[in-house]
């Protein structure tokens, strides 16, 4: 079985679990920064230089130091989610959920059945089908044991949340601020009053209908600008 879900576990335990971002491959990293307490190290699939098997390394680094790989994938069809799946990633952040297809969509390629219809493999996301045994019930824990988030950044969600909202089987809502802009004709500018009050709206339609916000229970950091700060705090010594 996959290692436990660390998020998921906080999630249980009502605390918040601390994680950071990594936009470029990099398993020496997380075997450095794991021997902290983080929670998750959160892998940026759509805009981050990674291969598959870069992806794996990480996940490895990730599993070694008993943190949790989550990923944000370039898109949900079913194929893709199942390339980072099959490669040990723990939680998937899909991309430009606008419609409820597109969050039915995530949820069949994330899960295995009955939720979903995602592909058993024998890889290292599958355990290399090794001594499994109760396939059925390894199916339940795995599905489990997997956190699904939804990013909304485009304007029909405004139009279309209710709908979204009432799919089954996503842990989390969170919203992608620059492309969310963009759509709202303030490309740019993220934190333009009406992108701020559109987004305020949106988180609380959101936990209205009884459904999380990412950061209600995630917080997480870049690993670009610990470096960043770092240096500079060596630099101003």
């Known amino acids: 079985?996959?290692?436990?879900?660390?998020?998921?576990?906080?999630?249980?335990?009502g605390r918040i679990a601390r994680g950071f971002n990594l936009n470029f491959p990099s398993p020496h990293i997380v075997e450095i920064l794991g021997r902290l307490d983080f929670d998750f190290v959160w892998i940026d699939g759509e805009h981050g230089p990674f291969s598959l098997e870069q992806i794996e390394e990480v996940c490895r680094a990730a599993?070694?130091?008993?943190?949790t790989p989550i990923a944000r994938v370039p898109n949900v069809h079913s194929s893709t989610i199942l390339q980072f799946?099959?490669?040990g990633i723990q939680g998937i952040l899909g991309p430009h959920i606008a419609t409820k297809a597109d969050a039915e969509q995530l949820v069949k390629a994330c899960y295995f059945g009955p939720v979903g219809e995602r592909s058993f493999g024998g890889n290292r996301g599958c355990d290399y089908d090794l001594e499994i045994g109760?396939?059925?019930a390894y199916y339940r824990q795995s599905n489990d044991n997997l956190l699904v988030g939804a990013l909304l950044e485009d304007k029909g969600v405004l139009d279309n949340l209710d709908d979204i909202l009432s799919v089954e089987g996503i842990d989390y809502f969170s919203i992608g601020p620059n492309d969310f802009a963009q759509?709202?004709?303030f490309p740019g500018e993220p934190h333009h009053p009406e992108v701020i009050a559109a987004m305020k709206e949106v988180h609380d339609r959101i936990?209205?209908?009884?459904?999380?916000?990412?950061?209600?229970f995630m917080r997480s950091v870049w690993v670009r600008d610990l470096l960043v700060d770092s240096a500079r705090r060596f630099l101003s010594e």
């Open 85 to 87: 799946l099959d490669r």
């Open 63 to 67: 599993e070694l130091v008993g943190i």
């Open 183 to 185: 759509g709202l004709g």
């Open 134 to 136: 109760d396939k059925a």
């Open 207 to 216: 936990r209205r209908a009884g459904r999380r916000v990412g950061s209600d």
């Open 1 to 13: 079985m996959r290692p436990p879900n660390r998020i998921k576990a906080a999630l249980r335990e």
